[in-house]
């Protein structure tokens, strides 16, 4: 853009899910339902796999960290979110805005390598069983989880610093329910090739290693199990995993891995809707409903709170 006199932008407004006046109240409803479902199903699987002494094992201790992503993930964008339902006004500081887009970026980035952690882990679990708890062991499952988290942290903080070191000028209406990349990045008064690159690199690398570590695990799967017919039933234990990747990864390649020219804006919307809200939903139902330990900890857990209740 050529220079000028230019007001530097120190908040944005945000449109929001939707311009129309006579589903502001609906879609608060629905939304509000939508991340109590979320808050819920999550801590209680958190709660599960932290007090139920038959869940201490890598695999739970995997999911809960995913229960922790997709809850601080759902955290991030669903407040504000209903709040702008409510109110006329859907302003958004500068900082307020980098902070939105650091957090989520840290748990959307986390939550893809969990994904890739969890597969790796059956992996291990049903080809290797008898090495199952030397190789995956309490002290590499810390290790593991310490990484993802430093590697989202560390990508978060590069990735925002590109996009909120960019210019911008006068125009401040983010077409958008939260502060993303590629909504963020049209209002720039500056050139974008820098950031846009960061993001696309980071992108498309994080989803080909992740997804490059779960297809690896899941064929080998498959081909342990067509060689010994006894570990069938082994491979139970995936299907809610299974279940879980095959809804997440599709939507990041939707959204960053196309040039900015080719979004669409209505399409993304709800896109986004879907990762950062309808997902973390569905996740605790996916594992609990699939899975006969969860429900088998959750009756115990419920149990044993109505034989305390009695005795106070």
């Known amino acids: 853009m050529a220079n000028g006199n230019f007001t530097r932008v120190t908040e944005f407004i945000l449109i929001g899910v939707s311009e129309r006046l006579d589903l502001q109240i609906p879609l608060f409803f629905v939304f509000l339902v939508i991340y109590g479902l979320t808050v819920t199903g999550n801590l209680s699987i958190i709660t599960l796999t932290s007090v139920d002494s038959r869940l201490q094992t890598p695999m739970y201790f995997f999911l809960r960290h995913l229960a922790i992503i997709n809850l601080g993930n759902s955290t991030v964008i669903a407040p504000k979110m209903l709040i702008n339902f409510l109110v006329k006004k859907h302003t958004t500081s500068f900082y307020e805005c980098a902070i939105q887009l650091g957090g989520f970026l840290v748990f959307i980035v986390a939550e893809i390598f969990v994904l890739a952690v969890m597969a790796y882990d059956r992996y291990v679990a049903i080809c290797n069983p008898l090495l199952y708890m030397a190789v995956v062991s309490r002290r590499i499952c810390l290790l593991l989880v310490s990484l993802t ?27 958008h329910f939260y502060c993303d990349i590629v909504p963020l990045l049209a209002l720039s008064c500056s050139n974008t ?46 299907t809610s995993h299974v279940t879980a990747v095959s809804v997440f990864y599709g939507t990041p390649f939707f959204m960053y891995l196309q040039p900015q020219t080719n979004h669409s804006m209505g399409a993304d919307k709800m896109a986004s809707v879907f990762y950062t809200l309808v997902i973390p939903m569905l996740n605790p139902m996916i594992y609990s409903l699939r899975n006969k330990d969860v429900k088998a900890a959750l009756k115990r857990f419920l149990t044993n709170s109505c034989c305390s209740f009695k005795l106070m």
């Open 149 to 175: 988290y430093l590697y989202s942290f560390s990508t978060s903080i590069v990735t925002s610093f590109s996009v909120f070191s960019m210019a911008y000028c006068s125009f401040n209406v983010i077409n």
């Open 193 to 238: 090739s820098f950031p846009e690159t960061v993001v696309f690199i980071s992108a498309s690398t994080n989803l080909m290693f992740s997804i490059t570590v779960v297809v690896a695990s899941y064929f080998n799967i498959i081909v342990s199990i067509l060689r010994i017919q006894g570990r069938k039933r082994a491979f139970s234990t995936c």
